[in-house]
């Protein structure tokens, strides 16, 4: 029977009143479960490179939370954002990343909290920040801009997919 004939029947039986399986039911319910089981793996071998880092991060997830279903959870929930907000949340990172990196190359204390700088290290930041002002706010606006950081992305993804689709499971 196909998948379709085989659902049909059982949803027939199920509403029928009194239900006790029969040798058809039975076998109804196994070429459904037979079906569902070849879907997986189709779907599995399609999909290898992203089951591999599914499973990269799911680790990462679990060494954080230390709880499988809440590792699980925060997998989830961040495959569920649209990709524009992934883009925006790497975008954002990485220059959060490359202002923390102008300023301690150019010797701004950013480990102390400002209230906790003498005066003298104040003024000697003070003093960097102003000669090197016009660098330090095209930092603060963001070294890399969405559009070149998704491209880029893009780039290196359907590289790495095209390299690397053909590896067996």
Not at 68 to 79: D, E, I, N, P, V
Not at 84 to 106: H, P, R
Request: proline share 2%.
């Amino acid at each position: 029977m196909t998948l379709e004939a085989n659902i049909k029947r059982l949803f027939w039986r199920f509403q029928n009143g009194k239900f006790t399986p029969n040798e058809q039911d039975i076998k109804s319910l196994t070429e459904i479960a037979e079906w569902i089981n070849r879907e997986k793996q189709q779907t599995l071998k399609h999909n290898v490179l992203f089951a591999k880092l599914y499973i990269k991060q799911f680790l990462e997830e679990y060494k954080t939370f230390n709880d499988f279903k809440f590792a699980q959870y925060a997998l989830h929930s961040y495959l569920e954002k649209p990709i524009t907000s992934i883009y925006e949340m790497f975008a954002d990172s990485l220059n959060e990343i490359e202002l923390i990196n102008f300023c301690k190359d150019n010797g701004i204390d950013l480990d102390t909290h400002p209230l906790l700088k003498d005066l003298n290290d104040k003024e000697r930041e003070r003093v960097i920040i102003e000669k090197l002002s016009d660098d330090f706010l095209n930092y603060l606006d963001g070294k890399w801009s969405y559009e070149k950081i998704e491209k880029s992305l893009n780039n290196q993804i359907t590289e790495a997919i095209n390299r690397y689709k053909n590896v067996a499971l």
